[in-house]
């Protein structure tokens, strides 16, 4: 069994910043792309930004310049650095990834975290 668990999000007003982190617990034989989405109030999720397991990053227009997206493989972890947050920010972020469960599986899973709010206001 895998769960994504994210952490660190909270009220922070605008101009501020913020880091989200998100650790695999379980035993996943292995994780390849990791990313971050969110889903504004009233909004649909969108993506935010995605990390490969060398390191290689995509950003959503929006965030590009304020958002860093970084993982630690021996953690099995991914965080998102959050600067300069806006109101237009605020949403439930929720951390992805793809894992395969064991040596013997024939494909990779993708999982999602249960989300963390950020809020962004005065």
């Known amino acids: 069994q895998v769960q994504l668990v994210e952490s660190g999000g909270g009220l922070v007003q605008p101009g501020g910043s913020l880091r989200v982190s998100c650790a695999a617990r379980g035993s996943p034989y292995s994780i390849s792309a990791m990313g971050w989405y969110r889903q504004p109030p009233g909004k649909q999720r969108e993506l935010v930004a995605t990390?490969?397991?060398?390191?290689?990053?995509n950003y959503a227009d929006a965030v590009k310049g304020r958002f860093t997206i970084s993982r630690d493989n021996a953690k099995k972890a991914v965080y998102l650095q959050i600067d300069s947050l806006k109101p237009e920010d605020t949403a439930v972020y929720y951390c992805?990834?793809?894992?395969?469960?064991?040596?013997?599986?024939?494909?990779?899973?993708?999982?999602w975290g249960q989300g963390t709010q950020v809020t962004v206001s005065l």
């Open positions: 990390i490969t397991t060398d390191g290689s990053t």
């Open positions: 992805n990834a793809d894992i395969r469960l064991s040596r013997w599986s024939l494909s990779e899973d993708n999982y």
